[in-house]
């Protein structure tokens, strides 16, 4: 026959061995934020132990569970810090929480806040920023999202913990657990609960808002080149540029012939990348290629391109673009989210403490409850000082309860409202900004966006080594149909000129007015005589235009055009613009239908 000790052994290995089992499962099914960015759930197990059992075993739990994110994550560091942390919290409760009813005042929590800001933040900085060298935007985000992670798995193990003493002393009348406890537990799972739920839903929604305009833009360029006539192209370089955030296409015909706008990037991504796996990626029809080569999941992605492809009834378009820039950006965006988050939670934590001692102390200032001693279990001192018998404080804490989740309600109302307002204004922004620098009967940039792009432009040509060519042109004869016909009329022929000048231009040229009649182009990849052939291309768009201006008679429009090419020490762009100037007069000068190169 077994011996009660031995029984209770047996409970006890089992039980580790349950909350092992969990703590490896929650590190390996973990909860994704965003490129290799997630929570994990492991150390709520090894914590439960650690408040159930007591001893040293979360640790030993916590090491084997962490040994998951060698694999995870491609390096060893998270499992010297998840280590660290149950150290840290074992020590607390071990050797300075005092006996086992001081587990249920939450001090645990504030061991480990306090532990991620002295211990773990520095060990993250030191490993991720140092050792593996990753990026800052990078080690920003991990920092907030361990910190957060830590002091959130914290907090739910605590709540489970409380939730299993309910459960053990279900059939008792009366509850014995202390007051102060149980509002520490309402009033913080009230915060933190509903902060980790929208937190988890924002970083989806926002990463999934990001794929999908890096998506759209992979699509625009595709449907674009997949119109384009291949002997435009040129030489091999010829297309987008290859600088950083560009994109480049690939065009596939029906005999497996490519023609593409940067050979040597797609051979790389051939022979040295791989598509990551569907669910990596939120957004169907985008994919991410990655090195082959194993390094550390944070590396990965930013040293990645995105792919989308679209087909035509010519070619299959294959368009990449580097990711870094977006994923980046996403890291930074996620790092405000998560550091936000952990200040709710630790205002939470302290609102909390606050709650519990005022109502704690309401109720030690109320007259004691006359107890039948023959019901219920008997109270020693230290409970009786700690927590009257709950039987009598239940309505209380209900209605407490009820007004804090009746507040938090409405704080994500106007958390939703106030996101809808953000995104309407943002829409309207957008809108008053195409309309700020966009002509809106041409569709070309206006002016004063001209001085913007001009100098972008043409520092990024001049880092390519890619020439830059500026043609300007002035249509004449439109005052006549102006004075004859109508201002309307006259705008009708503009308007329709520059749609068929458009069908002329590169994806990457830019289009601007100028004046009335004057426009001005930015020719990428264009060296002089291929910008004075697609001035002579215009030229004879606007000579073949006539327009009747009464039964017997027309008017037929003509062009001016002055071309002149980006020199290598001209990074403003200034001086080729003033170049153009003079080619425009000089070529009025001599007439109409008249191109000067300068």
Request: proline fraction near 5%; glycine fraction near 6%.
């Amino acid at each position: 026959m077994s011996s009660p000790n031995g029984t209770m052994g047996l409970h006890r290995g089992l039980l580790l061995s349950l909350l092992a089992g969990l703590a490896f499962l929650g590190n390996a099914c973990p909860v994704p934020l965003c490129f290799s960015i997630q929570i994990l759930l492991g150390s709520i197990a090894s914590t439960l132990a650690l408040l159930w059992l007591r001893g040293w075993w979360n640790v030993a739990i916590a090491v084997l569970a962490s040994l998951y994110t060698w694999t995870l994550w491609g390096h060893p560091w998270a499992i010297v810090i998840f280590s660290a942390e149950a150290l840290w919290l074992a020590l607390f409760v071990n050797r300075f929480s005092g006996p086992p009813a001081n587990d249920l005042n939450g001090r645990i929590i504030l061991a480990d806040a306090v532990f991620w800001l002295l211990v773990g933040t520095p060990l993250v900085f030191f490993f991720y920023g140092s050792v593996l060298t990753i990026d800052p935007a990078n080690v920003g985000v991990v920092v907030a999202k361990q910190a957060v992670n830590g002091v959130a798995n914290t907090v739910l193990a605590f709540l489970l913990f409380m939730l299993l003493q309910v459960w053990r002393q279900r059939h008792q009348q009366g509850l014995l657990l202390p007051l102060r406890g149980l509002v520490f537990s309402v009033v913080l799972a009230s915060v933190v609960v509903p902060s980790l739920v929208v937190t988890l839903l924002s970083s989806s929604q926002l990463q999934r808002a990001s794929l999908q305009g890096v998506l759209e833009n992979l699509q625009t360029v595709a449907e674009s080149a997949a119109r384009i006539d291949p002997l435009q192209l040129g030489e091999a370089t010829r297309g987008l540029p290859a600088s950083i955030g560009s994109a480049a296409f690939q065009l596939i015909d029906r005999e497996g012939n490519r023609i593409s706008s940067n050979p040597r990037l797609f051979q790389r991504l051939e022979t040295h990348f791989l598509p990551t796996p569907p669910p990596d990626i939120v957004v169907s029809g985008l994919q991410i290629l990655v090195p082959r080569e194993r390094r550390p999941a944070l590396k990965v992605w930013v040293n990645g391109y995105w792919t989308t492809t679209i087909t035509s009834p010519r070619y299959l378009v294959q368009v990449v673009q580097p990711a870094a820039p977006v994923v980046l950006k996403l890291q930074q965006q996620n790092t405000s989210l998560l550091t936000t988050v952990l200040w709710v939670m630790l205002l939470g934590l302290l609102l909390s403490e606050i709650s519990a001692r005022a109502i704690l102390r309401q109720f030690q200032i109320l007259p004691r409850p006359v107890l039948d001693d023959t019901e219920g279990p008997v109270l020693s001192a230290s409970q009786e000082h700690e927590a009257p018998v709950f039987s009598t404080s239940i309505i209380e804490v209900q209605e407490l309860a009820s007004r804090l989740q009746e507040q938090n309600r409405k704080v994500l109302r106007l958390s939703q409202e106030f996101s809808a307002a953000s995104d309407s204004l943002k829409r309207s922004i957008e809108r008053e900004k195409q309309i700020m620098t966009t002509d809106p009967l041409t569709g070309a940039h206006n002016p004063s966006e001209l001085q913007t792009r001009l100098a972008q432009v043409c520092t990024r040509a001049i880092a390519c080594s890619v020439p830059l060519s500026c043609l300007a042109f002035s249509v004449q004869g439109l005052r006549p149909i102006n004075t004859v016909q109508g201002r309307q009329k006259g705008d009708e022929i503009l308007h329709m000129l520059i749609a068929r000048v458009k069908q002329l231009l590169h994806v990457n040229d830019e289009l601007f007015r100028i004046g009335g009649s004057k426009f001005l182009l930015l020719l990428w990849d264009h060296p002089l005589e291929s910008a004075r052939i697609t001035a002579e291309q215009i030229r004879k768009i606007v000579s073949e235009t006539d327009e009747p201006m009464d039964d017997v008679s027309s008017q037929q429009l003509a062009m001016s055009a002055g071309v002149s090419q980006l020199d290598s020490s001209d990074a403003s762009g200034l001086e080729m613009l003033s170049r153009v100037e003079q080619a425009l007069n000089q070529s009025r000068e001599l007439g109409t239908n008249q191109v000067v190169v300068r």
